[in-house]
């Protein structure tokens, strides 16, 4: 019966990614009987290598991160007893009478006759030319996530990322979650391409973005050693007079994807070039059905587009082969995934997807939203502040709320909307939020302190009553902040809760652990840094001699001659004091460490 | 270089071996594809390119962009990407097309 199974599906699945597991979950459940065919090791397609939260709605798993979704698609399919998997298996053509299989393991072709093919392949990545584009070092960005978090290994120390859409952004975070540096994400348009929300996680932990910059060359023989960056003019050329070299040894492609359609055109399928989804893709109809009549496409190989939008594709699909096999009406079910689909490629980042669909005449309708920035006042009581402007596709903020003060409403692209009166201030919303946009704020906590609640995913996570430092929107260190509790949470976004000056309350949005962040000293011999000294200022030592004695600044063995006109500096900055004004320090012998002995006048004798 | 701790993922390394590249012994754990084993350990030339004689490594890690070709065992063609590492395997970098029967070079 296996062999059957295998030679003679009713459903052949080529790819085990979101599109591909979702149909076979529902072609299973209608009894059809399914074989599913992957390359790779592991089933889960490109959801594997994903550690961030997506966004969409609970029925497609929003705030569950991409390879938790893999998992609980994985175990679906295992558990489905019409689903036969194979892995490590490539399709290596679809022939007028059979399509060709290789089992990797045993090295051994094998043909089989499916009823029906739903081709779900994915992407590759897109190709970018540049001198010295083929050194070792120069990856697609998804290989970059595939080593580092489907393997946990890093291919490099300093990281640069061309493109900023959301795989780039997503990708720059990541690599700083694996530890690695990002040294700059280049855009050759004047414009951050992916969401607001996704770019404004990066910029906070000091990850520059540079807009209008474009890789000129890779440096290096045998490998990367480094890049040539340089700003682009109007024509996006770059301007030679802007040029300038990074140090990094990997440089990450995040330009885009190119839809898998080989196999499609194989099987005879017609071809269109459709830019905004991604090139020559295959003319399908709204079921996803493609020119050849048991031919179906779903997820990014029918137009690039991310994993939701693929899973419901995928559904549809299947849905419509199981009403041909089985003589059935699924029109209700297929019809309520029409409109999720619809409302999902409703906004404004749908726009290019509207484009290209409606180039094989899908139309899909657009919709435009209000802006909702709130000013919460309520300066006593803590709150979520939401920073979540652009409409994207999500609500877990509002699923996740157990008070209902959080409304998105029926159109998942609607910004939220909360009412204040209703909050209790519980910060599951802050943890639920899968562009980490929510922060608990509350401006009047003691003193001329307020308390900030930013949501955590870096190690080492932060303890009660450490020193952290507290940064803005754009990465700059601002000031330094005491932890004052840890949320640990369940999904590994942890919220850990600060208090800093009351006038930081709104710019505020990221902390570091100071050690990983290098410091500015000023007193080489007792290790006081710029901070300290600041921090000293602040608290009322305007003078030198009394710094000197709170910090030891000077007291070291060079005597002050490395520090104290750095010191003096910075209290002539802070204080407004001109240095004719502050004292210099008093000189006491020895200006340098002499032995004890020497001043007794020589070595002594030890009987 | 391989990540130990990671706030989000936990990477099992249960069971150690070892394969070779270039008679080189390399360490690899259970699940790791040749191309991460190899990248895990410094090796990033994976094979050079047919005309110019480049070196060319992994480039987009799932099996599409065939960058990353390899001769494992004696054969060639062998994708780095997708293929696991196995304890005792010989891979080698490669330097040409591959020649047909080219199996009578292995082990």
């Known amino acids: ?24 979950i529902v072609a299973s459940n209608h009894g059809v009987r399914t074989l599913l065919v992957d390359e790779g090791v592991k089933l889960g397609g490109q959801l594997v290598k994903q550690t961030h939260k997506f966004f969409g709605d609970e029925e497609f798993y929003a705030s569950k991160r991409g390879f938790e979704i893999a998992d609980i698609l994985v175990d679906e399919v295992k558990r489905s007893p019409n689903v036969l998997t194979l892995t490590q298996t490539s399709v290596i053509g679809i022939y007028e009478d059979a399509v060709g299989v290789y089992d990797r393991t045993k090295e051994k072709v094998f043909s089989i006759l499916p009823g029906y093919i739903l081709v779900a392949a994915g992407a590759s990545e897109r190709f970018l030319s540049f001198p010295g584009n083929d050194l070792p070092g120069i990856y697609g960005a998804g290989a970059v996530q595939t080593l580092v978090n489907q393997y946990g290994v890093l291919p490099g120390k300093r990281f640069l990322i061309v493109g900023s859409g959301n795989i780039g952004l997503i990708l720059a975070y990541q690599l700083y979650q694996a530890g690695a540096d990002v040294v700059a994400i280049v855009e050759i348009t004047d414009r951050i391409g992916g969401y607001e929300v996704h770019a404004a996680k990066v910029k906070r932990l000091g990850i520059p973005v540079l807009t209008n910059h474009t890789l ?6 045998e490998r990367v050693r480094g890049a040539v960056i340089a700003k682009v003019d109007e024509h996006y050329s770059p301007i030679p007079s802007t040029e300038r070299e990074l140090v990094v040894d990997v440089i990450c492609l995040a330009v885009g994807l190119v839809p898998s359609v080989e196999l499609v055109m194989q099987a005879g399928a017609e071809l269109i070039y459709v830019n905004e ?13 493609t020119t050849v009549d048991n031919l179906f496409v779903a997820g990014d190989l029918a137009g690039i ?5 693929a899973m419901i594709e995928g559904k549809i699909a299947a849905l419509t082969i199981v009403e041909e096999l089985r003589n059935l009406d699924l029109s209700e079910e297929i019809e309520r995934l029409q409109k999720k689909l619809s409302i999902f490629r409703s906004g404004p980042t749908s726009e290019k997807v509207r484009r290209g669909l409606e180039k094989m005449g899908i139309h899909y309708e657009g919709v435009s939203f209000q802006n909702v920035k709130q000013t919460p006042g309520l300066e006593h009581k803590l709150k979520p502040v939401i920073e979540c402007f652009q409409p994207i596709p999500c609500n877990p903020c509002e699923t996740s709320c157990p008070t209902g003060a959080i409304v998105v409403g029926d159109n998942i692209n609607n910004p939220p909307k909360i009412d204040y009166e209703k909050c209790t201030g519980c910060g599951i919303c802050a943890i639920s939020c899968p562009g980490l946009a929510i922060f608990m704020i509350q401006e009047d906590y003691t003193g001329n302190r307020s308390l900030i609640g930013v949501p955590y995913e870096f190690l080492p996570l932060p303890q009660k009553g450490d020193v952290v430092l507290a940064l803005d929107r754009d990465g700059n260190i ?3 902040a005491v932890v004052e509790k840890v949320i640990k949470s369940k999904n590994l976004t942890n919220l850990v809760y600060i208090s800093i000056d009351r006038d930081l309350a ?3 949005r990221q902390i570091v652990m100071p050690e990983s962040k290098p410091a500015s000293y000023v007193c080489r011999c007792e290790d006081v840094t710029v901070e300290d000294v600041m921090r000293a200022i602040d608290a009322g030592f305007t003078d030198y001699e009394e710094l000197r004695r709170y910090l030891r600044i000077g007291m070291g063995p060079c005597g002050g001659r490395t520090c104290s006109s750095l010191a003096l500096n910075l209290l002539t900055r802070k204080t407004g004091r001109s240095p004719y004004e502050l004292r210099p320090q008093i000189s006491r012998p020895p200006i340098f460490p002499v032995p004890f002995a020497s001043l007794k006048g020589g070595e002594e004798d030890e009987g | 270089m391989r990540i130990e701790n990671h706030p989000i993922l936990r990477f099992s390394r249960a069971r150690r071996f070892v394969f070779f590249f270039e008679n080189q012994p390399v360490e690899a754990f259970e699940g790791e594809t040749i191309a991460a084993a190899l990248i895990a350990n410094g090796i990033d030339t994976f094979r050079l390119s047919l005309r110019h004689k480049r070196p060319r490594g992994l480039f987009c890690a799932i099996g599409k962009c065939s960058s990353c070709l390899v001769e494992v065992d004696g054969k060639p063609n062998v994708r780095a990407c997708l293929t696991l590492a196995r304890e005792g395997m010989r891979v080698r970098l490669q330097k040409n097309r591959g020649v047909v029967g080219v199996e009578d070079g292995a082990h």
């Open chain 1, 478 to 480: 601002v000031s330094n």
């Open chain 1, 277 to 289: 989804l991604g090139g020559y893709v295959p003319r399908r109809d709204f079921r996803m059905r």
């Open chain 1, 216 to 221: 000129v060359r890779a440096i290096g023989q």
């Open chain 1, 506 to 508: 709104h710019s505020v």
């Open chain 1, 1 to 24: 019966m296996k062999m059957e199974h295998i030679e003679r599906p009713e459903l052949l699945i080529i790819g085990g990614g979101p599109a591909g597991l979702s149909a076979a």
């Open chain 1, 305 to 309: 587009e991310e994993a939701t939008t």
